[in-house]
């Protein structure tokens, strides 16, 4: 195991597991998060892709690093979603942007007045969440964006520990995709949130009522489609059913829905 002093380096696999406990902040973390080289096979291909890089985007600077998440740090509703796309957010270095996932997700959220600006390209592009912050359960890019079992476990304690930063505020998360609710369940059951048996079921539109065994506040699950590019053509999801469960989402999370603040 590769370590400095007593902790692993970000080359272990160990890394996010002894790491993320022990950060303080959601800004520490987004900033430890993108150092980590705990996944081989990821680390190859994020950067593989930045080498090669697409026709229309050969005169950028690839990211080519784990892509941190993205809103403010006392956000009432997160989204949660898969993972980078190569030439999305492993380009830009922010989630959901640059890619047509990203143009359906935020087109979307400034519908509702929750991001500042429809369209999002760099992270120097002025774009503002309110009241909602991105994430994901995997923070590189994988090939044909499937990451393994042992990939998405290796990478759930940045996701753990980001909730756990989160949870004073957090009242609702909109999980994106199949992959992403069956991530995020044993997270929310590790960390002391109380799961319905049987275990809530992904659809788009399912809800699902988990409550903090701490404190006994009620946390909403609301389950939606991934606005990938396949599923938008194929109209399995339309805008209009992307901005549903999103609304849903911030009325369950106390958040007004309307036009952008300022």
Known sequence: MSTDGNRPTPQSRHFPLATAPRLGSVR???????????????VAWREEA??????????????????????????????????????????????????????????????LGLASQPVATHRDDGMKLYGVRITVPVHCAPPDNRPTTTERDTCRPWLAQELELLRPTLRAIVVLGGFAWQALLPVLTATGWQVSRPRPVFGHGAHAQLVDARSGRALHLIGGYHPSQRNMSTRTL????????????????GLPVGHPPG
Do not use: Q
């Not at 520490?28 to 096979?41: F, I, K, Q, Y």
């Not at 950028?60 to 999305?88: K, N, Q, S």
């Open 28 to 42: 520490e973390l987004d900033e430890t998060v993108s150092t980590c080289r705990a996944c081989p096979r990821l």
């Open 238 to 253: 339309t805008p209009a059913m992307l901005r549903d469960v999103l609304h849903r989402g911030a009325d369950l999370a």
């Open 50 to 111: 930045a080498r090669v890089k697409r026709r229309a985007f050969r005169d950028w600077e690839y990211w080519a690093r784990p892509v941190p998440g993205f809103g403010p740090p006392d956000a009432p509703m997160a989204i949660i979603g898969l993972a980078p796309a190569a030439h999305g957010g492993n380009r830009t270095g922010r989630i959901f942007t640059g890619d047509p996932s990203g143009d359906a997700l935020y087109a979307a959220l400034h519908d």
